[in-house]
């Protein structure tokens, strides 16, 4: 991963992050970006066990630690050492799960608090790898998805690309991505660029 590649993840991160702190308004939070695409997705009428999910509010998305493993496996780089070291912890912590046990993806991550360098670096990309991971499989039309406890057959994928009307370096087109059901948000995904 190249040096632009590197600052647009950990500015995204810090965005992300961010977001889940009640602080001023984010260019994330703004959801009157230009839509340049807009996609049905299909999902899974069951899931097997063991599985792990990412949750929003009263959505899941559900996949099975098979499904995971085998999408980490081929869709994860591994080229740089902290990539390695990302992917491996990744598919270690999914080989751990058991049984019927359906365990939240954000439990699997490496907490961020005090670590520095290049421990920071790996949990970082740790946290990219799962938000990946949901991604691909949504839009593979693989991944189970929950509403209010109930496996639903359909979502609808949005993506927005707009300026950030207060940027604060050259980063500032705001890429979105939201995936919702009804009024229910199942996935989001946002991300600056300079283009």
Not at 49 to 74: D, L
Not at 82 to 88: G, P
Not at 119 to 128: F, K, P, T, Y
Request: glycine letters at 4%; charged letters at 25%.
């Amino acid at each position: 991963m190249d040096i632009i590649k590197m600052r647009k993840l950990i500015f995204s991160i810090v965005i992300l992050l961010s977001s889940c702190v009640k602080a001023d308004i984010t260019p994330c939070d703004v959801d009157s970006y230009p839509i340049k695409g807009k996609k049905i997705l299909h999902h899974a009428n069951s899931f097997s066990r063991p599985a792990i999910y990412y949750k929003q509010g009263n959505t899941r998305v559900i996949i099975s630690k098979e499904m995971a493993i085998a999408f980490v496996k081929k869709n994860m780089s591994d080229s740089k050492d902290y990539l390695a070291k990302a992917k491996s912890h990744i598919i270690h912590s999914l080989m751990e799960i058991s049984g019927a046990e359906i365990i939240d993806q954000s439990n699997l991550q490496i907490p961020l608090k005090a670590l520095v360098s290049e421990e920071l670096n790996v949990a970082i990309h740790v946290m990219a790898g799962y938000q990946e991971l949901f991604e691909g499989v949504l839009f593979n039309n693989e991944a189970a998805v929950e509403v209010d406890g109930k496996l639903i057959p359909e979502t609808t994928a949005t993506y927005m690309v707009g300026e950030d009307p207060h940027p604060i370096d050259e980063f500032k087109v705001v890429h979105k991505l939201n995936v919702v059901y009804k009024n229910s948000s199942v996935f989001n995904k946002c991300w600056l660029d300079v283009k």
